[in-house]
């Protein structure tokens, strides 16, 4: 029934709790995990940062990268210590809402399984504005939780 799920984490607690639901159906229906990060171009957010402090001598996309990449490492991490064995991590740059659904359209995911509450671009203002879009224009259908 499902066996392509897409997991798109974000760093945040919420979205880590989904990943004991994606391990639950992967064991169940021998799925395959498909773990997403997806960050944002320095472009976007350079600047907000700009105005809190100085610009720091680092490539900001190339930090945004690597933060990315940990996340997804630790979710597999995680997913690995549940027993799931089919896995597969990928890091992506740009709009998340718009990456998780042209990921899904390509990988034909059969479901989606988001957090309802990330880290947001306005964390406490726009929470859930990613689940939300995804929601509504997916394929396939999505497990919020």
């Known amino acids: 029934m499902f066996r392509n799920i897409l997991v798109p984490l974000d760093g945040s607690e919420n979205a880590f709790r989904t990943l004991e ?10 799925s395959q995990i498909n773990v997403l990060s997806v960050f944002r ?23 945004l990268s690597a933060y990315a990449k940990e996340v997804v490492a630790q979710g597999k991490a995680i997913l690995q210590e549940q027993g799931v064995q089919n896995i597969r991590g990928f890091v992506q740059m740009g709009t998340a ?3 998780i659904l042209e990921f899904a359209k390509k990988q034909e995911i059969d479901l989606i399984i988001i957090g309802s509450k990330g880290h ?7 929470l859930g504005g990613v689940s939300h879009k995804v929601t509504g224009l997916a394929k396939c259908p999505v497990m919020v939780l």
């Open 21 to 30: 639901y994606a391990a639950n159906l992967a064991k169940k229906f021998d």
């Open 41 to 63: 171009h320095h472009s976007y957010i350079e600047k907000s940062i700009s105005m809190v402090r100085p610009r720091e001598p680092e490539n900001l996309d190339d930090v």
């Open 97 to 99: 809402s718009k990456k």
């Open 120 to 126: 947001g671009d306005l964390k406490g203002y726009l």
